[in-house]
């Protein structure tokens, strides 16, 4: 396998990640609600981390295209 069908197999993975984690989002939402003070600050359940987790995988999907393609975000 090439670097670069390794770097599109890591992407489409992360990528995949991230939609499951929407997917529990919108469901956690629709059952429980979710206030922006959950969203922003939550310090255990669900939540806990859940914004940093998510943009972080979403900068690294970011990255890995342009490594792709060999550019840059500058």
Avoid: C
């Avoid at 981390?49 to 500058?74: C, F, P, T, W």
């Amino acid at each position: 396998m090439s670097d670069v069908e390794a770097l599109k197999q890591e992407k489409q993975a992360l990528i995949d990640k991230m939609l499951a984690m929407q997917k529990q989002f919108i469901e956690h939402e629709h059952e429980q609600g979710i206030s922006g003070k959950d969203y922003w600050a939550s310090q255990d359940g669900f939540l806990a981390g859940y914004r940093k987790e998510y943009m972080d995988m979403a900068n690294r999907v970011v990255d890995l295209a342009h490594q792709i393609v060999g550019s840059s975000r500058l």
